[in-house]
C-alpha cells in the first residue's frame, strides 16, 4: 500500500471499511474498501473478487486490484465521487420509478450495512451469493422509491436488533403517501421472499405480460427474481 496515499473514510459496516486514496504516481483517486485478515476472509469475498474483476460497464464501479497488508485485504476500486445514493435521497426525498431505474446501479460506500442483508445471510446459513445480492438491489430500489429502509422500525429506526427482526420476517410495508405503481410493487413483493430457495429467473411468464411491465427498468431484479 505504499503506492497510496489515505486520505478519509468514506464507509464502514460489519464487514470492513471503505478509504479514499490517492494514487502517488499518477495523482488519481480511488476507493480502498480494507477487509480484515482472518475469518472474514471466506468464499464469498473471494467470489466477490472474482465477479467483480470480470464486470466492465460504463455503470459499474471498475475493479483495480487486490492487496494485502499485514491486517488487512485490500480492493481498489474506482472511485464514484457523487457521493452516496442514500445522501442523495435524502436531499431529494426520493425518487420516481423512471430515476430510480436511472440510478440504480449507483452503488453505497457503506460495507456490509444490516439493513440490505437478505434473511438468510443474517441467519448464518449456505446461501447463494447472487440471490442475496437480489434482496440487496430490491433495498436500494425501495429506499430510492420511499426514501427509507424498509426493514427499519419508523419508530426506532437505530435499533438494529429490531431491523434484523424486521428482515427475518420480511415486515415491511409501502406507505399510502408514496405513489408506487402495481407493477413496481410486484417487482419488490417478487425480491423480498424469506425463502431463497423460492427463486423465479424469469417473472414474466409470457412475452404479453412483460410488455405490460416493460417501462420498468431496474436491471437484473426483472430477470432474476426471489419468490
Not at 161 to 181: A, E, F, G, M, N
Amino acid at each position: 500500500m505504499d503506492r497510496y496515499e489515505i486520505l478519509k473514510d468514506i464507509g464502514s459496516g460489519n464487514f470492513g471499511v471503505a478509504k479514499l486514496v490517492r494514487d502517488k504516481w499518477s495523482g488519481e483517486l480511488y476507493a480502498v474498501k480494507y477487509i480484515e485478515r482472518g475469518p472474514k476472509i471466506d468464499e464469498h469475498v473471494q467470489r466477490e473478487i472474482m465477479n467483480h474483476r470480470s464486470l466492465k460497464h460504463p455503470n459499474i464501479i471498475r475493479f483495480k486490484g487486490v492487496l494485502l497488508t499485514p491486517t488487512h485485504l485490500a480492493i481498489v476500486m474506482e472511485y464514484a465521487a457523487g457521493g452516496e445514493l442514500f445522501e442523495r435521497i435524502c436531499n431529494a426525498g426520493r425518487f420516481s420509478e423512471d430515476e430510480s431505474s436511472v440510478l440504480h446501479s449507483q452503488p453505497k460506500s457503506t460495507v456490509g450495512t444490516p439493513a440490505y442483508i437478505a434473511p438468510e445471510v443474517l441467519s448464518r446459513k449456505e446461501y447463494d451469493g447472487k440471490i442475496a445480492d437480489v434482496w440487496s438491489c430490491g433495498v436500494t430500489l425501495y429506499v430510492m422509491l420511499v426514501g427509507a429502509y424498509p426493514f427499519e422500525d419508523p419508530e426506532d429506526p437505530k435499533n438494529f436488533r429490531k431491523t434484523i427482526q424486521r428482515i427475518l420476517s420480511v415486515h415491511y410495508s409501502i406507505p399510502d403517501y408514496v405513489r408506487v405503481s402495481k407493477e413496481c410493487k410486484h417487482l419488490l413483493s417478487a425480491i423480498f421472499v424469506a425463502d431463497p430457495e423460492k427463486v423465479v429467473f424469469d417473472i414474466y411468464p409470457n412475452m404479453k405480460e412483460r410488455d405490460t411491465y416493460s417501462h420498468i427498468h431496474f436491471p437484473i431484479t426483472i430477470f432474476v427474481c426471489r419468490g
